[in-house]
Each structure stands twice: as structure tokens, then as C-alpha cells.
């Protein structure tokens, strides 16, 4: 079993920045693709930054230029640097992986999230 806990997230005012960590722990050996989501209260879940295992991302339209993934392979841990932040990227924010291997098949494993809040 993989286990994913988020970090980092709380209050900040607009033009401000947060880092947000995801620590996989568990059987990580077949972590492939990881990604970073969000909520906004009464909205639909949005794809913010996938990753692949190489490191390749992608980012939405709306996070371009102002976050950045990353992943540190070594330490199983995903981050998200956000900056200019916007009352709009207020959300929960998910962190996902990707399980993807002979031995355990796929799975998709979320964190519990973490709530960011950007004040105007």
C-alpha cells in the first residue's frame, strides 16, 4: 500500500506564495505519474500539474508561469511552489499517484488534501 500525506497548504494574501509537499510512503517502487489537484468550494475538481516519473509536467492553463511541480525521486516526495498567488487558486489541494506495475497493477492513491486559502 502506498500512503500519501500533503503539507504546506494555509492562509496567504494575494500576490503571495506557498509551497506544498506530498510525502509518499509505503510501497512507493511502482509510483509512476504523480499530480497535483484541486477543489474549489462548489466547483469541480481540476487537474493543477501532473508529473510523469521522469518529470515531465504539464500545468493548467490558469497556474501557468505562477506554480511549479517537482519531485524529488530519492525522498518520494512531490512538491508544488506556488506563487502570485490569486483568491481564485483558493481550493483544496490533492496530491495523486499512480501505482503502475506488474506485481500490484494500477492504482490510483490520493492524499487527504490540504486546504490553501488566498485572501483579496
Do not use: H
Amino acid at each position: 500500500q502506498v500512503q500519501l500525506v500533503e503539507s504546506g497548504g494555509g492562509l496567504v494574501q494575494a500576490g503571495g506564495s506557498l509551497r506544498l509537499s506530498c510525502a509518499a510512503s509505503g510501497d512507493t517502487t511502482c509510483i509512476s505519474a504523480m499530480g497535483w489537484y484541486r477543489q474549489a468550494p462548489g466547483k469541480e475538481g481540476e487537474i493543477v500539474a501532473p508529473v510523469t516519473s521522469g518529470g515531465s509536467a504539464n500545468y493548467a492553463d490558469s497556474v501557468k508561469g505562477r506554480f511549479t511541480i517537482s519531485r524529488d525521486n530519492a525522498k518520494n516526495t512531490l512538491y508544488l511552489q506556488m506563487s502570485s498567488l490569486k483568491p481564485e487558486d483558493t481550493a483544496v489541494y490533492y496530491c495523486k499517484a499512480e501505482i503502475n506495475c506488474y506485481r500490484l497493477g494500477y492504482l490510483e492513491v490520493w492524499g487527504q488534501g490540504t486546504l490553501v486559502t488566498v485572501s483579496s
